[in-house]
Structure formats: structure tokens, C-alpha cells
């Protein structure tokens, strides 16, 4: 396993090679090692590599530095998780940059059925601190994975608030799993990893410099089924991950507030112009995913009326599994392109064989 996650590390470590470039990579050449070991010729002419990032990967030497790191991963049981990986987060690989390499403490399912990401102000309100503090009380008998950051304020209401409510909450972190920023939240950092965890892309040295943490939001936005903003300013990390959320086709929330409340800025701006839904409860969020869709599973009888492409056969036996199921799950279990699904997808429902619901799910018509 050494071997084999020392070049998974520095693939993530190579000046010019960002998760996109990355990830182009992998699809072309297969394996960290494939890349290591191809000629800079063959790199060079790869898409969006080039002659210089081709230099970068041939040039690149620091393969022992790397041991230091397997040795902390081992030493403080944490799972690497590389993107080829069999437990990473799916509903990262329907993101254009996903990271390419997860450090996890913890015992979470990354791949829960149901995930929220719960954000905000740092400087919160009574009402946000009591919103939040319902909102995740009320969602307890669905067993929701809770997502924030472990910042001040409303991250932090929150993960406190699922630990006592028995949920498992996860922390995405913006540095290494050395320490913990801030240090006066270590006591429930520790706390979380037995109900939850704590995830970065960070190697353990990597400490909390400003530039890591709309990084870090693209994971929080990215790692769930939907992101609910409680309480934000106009400006801040949390309506960068709203719009971020936006981008990767997840399902926004946001809390109103009264207008000339700052601190609601953010959220009732998000509502007015239509990048969140409006949330006044848990019932409305259980709602819209559909979480308490109950109905009787059906069986796949259309198709002895119709006659159906590959592609929507393929897409109809998931159905035969599961009755309702999010675009993103499709994506993923099809093994087709989105494109390929969403035309799929479009024709079923001409022919009434499939109905949408709210939060981009879809079930047997």
C-alpha cells in the first residue's frame, strides 16, 4: 500500500498540476504510477498538460518526503482516500475539481444516503443559533450525515448540535490533521471522530493559511445533497459556498431574516434572486428531497410496450432497485455521460415512463 499511496501523494504535490489537470490525467494514463513513469514526450501532447507541466511531472523528485506522511496516516489511523478510491465521496466525482486525495479521521459513511451541508456566520444570532439548533433536532430520526467546517458560529452550533442528537457530523477541514483551527474547538474535534470525523485534502503539516479555505468550501458544497445557509452576510465564505453548491447542480437552502438584519443579508438576497430555496423548517427540506417518500416500489412493466434505447434500459433497471433516485446516484451507477443521461432521462418522461420531483430526483411514473 506504501508504494502505491506515495505516488497518490505526489500526484497532489506537483507545481502546475491542480485536481483538474489531475484528474485529466488519471482518465488518460490510468494510475498515479502510469503518470510518473511516462515519457515527457507522450505527457507533453496529452490535453491541458503541456511542455512545462510535463517538465514538472518528469522533474519531480520528492518521493521521500512522502514516508513522513504514510508514517502520521498509520500512526493516527487515518484513511487516505485517492479519488480512484472505492469509498471516496461519489458525490465528489459528479465535481469538475474534486480533490484528488482525502485525508479522513473518523468512522462516517462519506457515501450516506442523505448529507447536509449546514453553514453561516460566524458572528451568529440567537435566532440562527435556535434555528439551527431545531433544524438539525427535527432532522434526527432521518439519520442525515451533518457537514460544516468547525469554524465559530453556526459551524459549530451545528456539529454540536448533531452530536447531541446522535447524528454523525463531519468536519472539512482548511489545513492538515496535525492540529486543529481553531485550537479551542479540539474537545469536539475529538468528540466528532468517534460520531463523524474529520476530512481535508491537506497533508498533516499543512497549516491554516487563508487561501486554503474557499478551497475548502468546494468540498463542503460539493460532498452533499444539499447546503443550507443559515445565517451571512452579503459577503463571506458562506455565499461563496452557496454559489459554489449552485455550480455543482446541489440543492441550496437559505433561512430569511429580517431585512435590515446584516446578518441575513446574505440569505434573503440568495431567496430574491433565486440561488436558495426558502427554508422555514426541517418539514420544508423533508419535502423537497423527498425524504419521506414511502411509496410501494414498482415494477418495470413499460417495458413491454415500449421499446427503449440501450441507454434507457440501463438507466430503467436502476429503477427496478431503488425507486426514487437523485440525478447525481444515476450519473454515477449508469456509468454514462451526463449528457447521454439527461437526453435518456428527457425521453422517459415524454413517454411518461419517469416523473421528476423536487431536489432533482426522479421516480417510476
Known sequence: MSESLLYQIALTQIPGIGPV?????????????????????????LENIGA???????????????EKEIKFIEKNNITPLF????????????CYDPPIMLYFRGNADLNASKIISIIGTRIHSDYGKMFT???????????????????????????????????NTIAVLAHG??????????????????????????????????????KRNRIVAGIADATIVIETAIKGGSMITA????????????????????KSAGCNYLIKNNKAALLTSARDLIEYMSWENAAPKKKIQKELFIEFSDEEKKILQLFS??????????????????????AAILNLEFQNVLSSLPGKLYKMS
Open 21 to 45: 489537470q489531475a484528474k485529466q490525467l488519471l482518465k488518460q494514463l490510468g494510475s498515479p504510477e502510469n503518470i510518473f513513469k511516462e515519457k515527457i514526450s507522450a505527457l507533453s501532447r
Open 52 to 66: 512545462v507541466r510535463a517538465r514538472n511531472i518528469k522533474s519531480f523528485t520528492h518521493f521521500k518526503a512522502f
Open 83 to 94: 479519488i480512484q478510491d472505492e469509498h471516496y465521496p461519489k458525490r465528489l466525482l459528479n
Open 133 to 167: 439548533e431545531k433544524l438539525i433536532s427535527d432532522l434526527s430520526s432521518l439519520n442525515v450525515l451533518i457537514v460544516s467546517g468547525l469554524a465559530y458560529g453556526i459551524d459549530t452550533i451545528a456539529h454540536k448540535a448533531s452530536l447531541k442528537n446522535a447524528l
Open 177 to 214: 490533521l496535525q492540529s486543529i483551527y481553531p485550537a479551542s474547538h479540539t474537545d469536539i474535534a475529538k468528540e466528532m471522530c468517534d460520531r463523524g470525523g474529520l476530512l481535508t485534502e491537506y497533508m498533516s503539516s499543512e497549516k491554516p493559511d487563508k487561501h486554503n479555505f474557499p
Open 243 to 262: 454559489e459554489l453548491a449552485n455550480n455543482y447542480n446541489r440543492d441550496v437552502f437559505a433561512v430569511p431574516g429580517k431585512t435590515i438584519d446584516p
Open 321 to 342: 432497485v431503488k425507486e426514487v433516485m437523485h440525478i447525481d446516484d444515476i450519473y454515477l451507477q449508469s456509468g454514462l455521460n451526463s449528457s447521454t443521461v439527461a
